[in-house]
């Protein structure tokens, strides 16, 4: 467990008595402090304190320690030994780690610090970059003008207490047989997708209950979807997982008692796709570089989401040479640049632009 292998990190600066020690050699057991030595300990106390509450709240949620533990009192004393300065330099640290480098003069090395934070990320041990297009967590939100999927109290009537209905959620050309919409409510083009976002209603149900909703085919989770009394007509807007198998049905509803259900849809969610990536050329400068001189011209800036893939310079002037092209690292908004040299003896005319391109993606 990391709180074994770091010592905690916190009890590690234990470790500092005997370096503050050295650095400020008064006593705790020396019968009487001089009036500027009570001060100076005072100031490292408040100091100390103040460290203290910057990091406790950190130490305890990632390190699962108690504010009962041991640990917060040790702390305290020995941080109070360190010197002043050295406790005013850790308070203006922004991390952990460089807090404690500060007050014990040594640092954790990276291979230390890089397995801190992969076990503080995933537990696991290692990072692993998430893939992009990943089809079960990049999905894309698809919303649609609100349309009836289903309405119990009119094709099939109301659910029986203790049973579960399957329901076709993608892909109808119409819901009037579950009794929807007779139209494919805007999503019958989209084929199977992943889950949806269903308003669902239960109209004024006999007795109380709960509805659970989960995909077709699939084991029923043991929690409630919406949970509903009698009499009263309850409502709620629920993401549900759809199946994406073969059968026409996708969601399967189960109702603790008999009840009519009515279920809307407002959007879907869709697995990525692939596009085609969207390019267009910036409008072309002109720059006037001197008479027998080095320069560089910074080209003109992309659109708003687009990013310069590759600069175009060109010049018609003779003795005008190129000495190059790329991306302006001085530059905040990434700009490119083209570089040229000019071996007349008057001033010359370049140009410069930009090829920018776009990810759209889905």
Do not use: H
């Not at 402090?33 to 990632?62: F, H, N, P, S």
């Not at 399957?166 to 139209?183: E, M, V």
């Not at 976002?197 to 084991?219: D, F, I, M, N």
Request: glycine residues 10%; proline residues 5%.
């Amino acid at each position: 467990m990391l709180f074994d292998r770091r010592l905690f990190l916190a009890t590690a600066l234990c470790g500092l008595s005997v370096a503050a020690q050295a650095q400020n050699p008064v006593q705790q057991g020396a019968p009487e402090l001089k009036a500027q030595e009570r001060a100076a300990t005072i100031e490292r106390r408040v100091l100390a304190d103040r460290l203290i509450q910057k990091w406790r709240g950190y130490v305890i949620e990632v390190y699962g320690a108690s504010a009962e533990q041991p640990w917060l009192y040790e702390f305290r004393v020995d941080l109070a030994k360190a010197s002043e300065s050295n406790l005013e330099a850790a308070l203006k640290k922004r991390t952990y780690e460089s807090m404690f480098a500060v007050l014990s003069g040594a640092r954790l090395s990276n291979d230390e610090v890089i397995a801190l934070a992969n076990e503080q990320a995933d537990g696991s041990g290692s990072f692993s970059p998430k893939a992009l297009g990943d089809a079960a967590s990049d999905l894309v939100f698809i919303p649609v003008t609100r349309c009836r999927l289903v309405d119990t109290r009119l094709a099939g009537g109301p659910i029986a207490a203790g049973t579960t209905r399957d329901f076709d959620i993608t892909g109808a050309a119409n819901y009037s047989a579950q009794g929807g919409a007779g139209n494919d409510c805007g999503i019958g083009g989209a084929g199977s997708f992943r889950a949806a976002v269903l308003s669902v209603e239960v109209p004024a149900p006999v007795s109380t209950g709960y509805l659970t909703l989960y995909p077709y085919l699939t084991t029923q989770p043991a929690g409630a979807s919406l949970n509903y009394a009698a009499g009263v007509t309850a409502s709620g807007e629920i993401m549900a997982a759809l199946d994406q198998g073969a059968p026409a049905q996708e969601l399967s509803v189960f109702s603790l008692a008999q009840a009519d259900v009515v279920i809307d849809v407002v959007g879907y969610y869709i697995n990525p796709q692939a596009t085609t990536l969207q390019c267009t050329n910036t409008s072309v400068s002109s720059f006037t570089i001197s008479a027998n001189s080095l320069n560089f011209f910074n080209n003109p800036a992309c659109p708003p989401g687009y990013s310069a893939i590759t600069p175009y310079c060109w010049t018609a002037s003779t003795g005008v040479y190129s000495q190059g092209s790329g991306y302006n690292a001085n530059s905040p908004s990434g700009q490119t640049f083209c570089a040229w040299q000019n071996t007349t003896v008057s001033s010359q005319t370049t140009f410069g632009g930009n090829v920018c391109c776009r990810v759209p993606g889905r």
